[in-house]
């Protein structure tokens, strides 16, 4: 039985086999938000999260959880353990999976993975600060997001990221197959509203908004090498404690820390890891094999091509939803069928995948929210 899952795990096998055949390892790393909630406030102890990061090595489940910015909320982070793009999707389906289950069993019975957090939290932030509060009690809507950070190393496990503008190339891939493709890392209707919430909820002090979507290294498809989002140097490494584990010196080693990070996707329980790794995947297979013949160039702001994010999952007053953009166009589909015919003709006495692999994954997508409008019917 042709699923989703099955389809898209087939797909990165193949994708890792081609990106390995060009002579480069693949890496790709997520991070999710949410939050959680207590059935009472009588036992106010606070989450252990040491307790929570055991018990995610227990379930061979290759991250982290730690506290985020609002009270409540939490980040998943992938640690570098070296897995592969697949075996990290299996991690991040894992822990969507499993964190419920684990906050639980600490008092937190409610979990939310989910693309806003309505009425999250209460406050304003002091004008022209990060981390200051006024004395304004006002709910705050919480978005939580879910961010696919990729590179790759070549033979002498050098990130080629930094070098003769891969990194540029790789997120102008990103930059013009996003568009097309936003329902796989927008998957439901919340998400959308989560891209309104600056503007509709005046929270231009507290929010950068996910739908910036620029060549700058603020972006929300941002490349990232000597310094990150927040203007820090990059791959810092410390050398030398105070007393108090205070770090008194540092090196900084930003080449192998430069990536491109995706960071338009919404925190959903019906985040398909596996078919946006495969996303993921095909992107950096396409900027590979430019690299692999000196066809990537410098990037500007002035050539790098721009699209705004559907209103809503579905057609609404006269314009494409999601669903219509990824149905119409063939890119997803059309690459990873190239791809698919490039390993059976140069390693199919060892690798075989069936033919039309592309369009089994998109059809399989698609089914899933056809089916979704025949239930809401």
């Not at 006024?134 to 002498?156: F, G, L, W, Y």
């Amino acid at each position: 039985m042709l699923t989703v899952d099955n389809v898209a795990i087939q797909a990165i096998k193949l994708l890792q086999v081609y990106i390995e055949h060009l002579g480069f390892k693949p890496l790709i790393h997520f991070e999710l938000e949410g939050c959680f909630q207590r059935a009472s406030e009588k036992n106010s102890q606070p989450l252990d999260y040491s307790i929570i990061n055991k018990q995610l090595i227990a379930l061979n489940i290759d991250g982290q959880v730690i506290p985020e910015y609002w009270s409540n909320q939490w980040e998943y982070i992938s640690l570098f353990n070296g897995q592969s793009p697949l075996k990290e999707a299996h991690n991040l389906t894992k822990a969507i999976e499993k964190l419920p289950t684990l906050f639980a069993l600490q008092g937190f019975n409610k979990t939310l993975i989910k693309p806003v957090v309505w009425s999250g939290d209460t406050g304003k932030l002091a004008q022209g600060s990060k981390d200051i509060f006024t004395t304004d009690q006002r709910a705050v809507h919480i978005p939580n997001a879910i961010q696919m950070n990729i590179s790759t190393i070549d033979q002498k496990r050098t990130n080629i990221i930094p070098h003769h503008y891969f990194g540029e190339y790789l997120q102008q891939c990103f930059l013009r197959s996003s568009l097309a493709c936003s329902l796989l890392y927008l998957p439901e209707e919340e998400a959308f509203e989560r891209l309104k919430l600056r503007d509709q909820y005046g929270l231009y002090e507290e929010l950068c908004s996910p739908n910036d979507i620029s060549g700058g290294h603020q972006g929300s498809i941002a490349l990232y090498k000597k310094v990150g989002k927040h203007n820090q140097p990059m791959g810092e490494e410390p050398l030398l404690y105070d007393h108090n584990n205070n770090v008194m010196l540092s090196t900084y080693d930003w080449e192998k820390t430069a990536r491109v990070e995706h960071r338009l996707g919404a925190s959903s329980v019906y985040y398909n890891a596996y078919a946006n790794v495969v996303f993921g995947l095909l992107n950096l297979a396409d900027a590979l094999e430019a690299y692999t013949q000196n066809n990537c160039q410098q990037m500007t702001l002035e050539n790098m091509d721009f699209g705004l994010l559907p209103e809503s999952l579905y057609d609404r007053d006269h314009k494409k939803g999601a669903l219509s953009l990824f149905i119409e166009n063939d890119w997803f589909s059309n690459s990873l069928n190239k791809f698919e015919i490039k390993v059976n003709k140069i390693l199919s006495t060892t690798y075989r995948v069936n033919e039309g692999i592309g369009d089994k994954l998109k059809s399989e997508i698609v089914k899933t929210y056809q089916q979704a409008i025949i239930i809401k019917k």
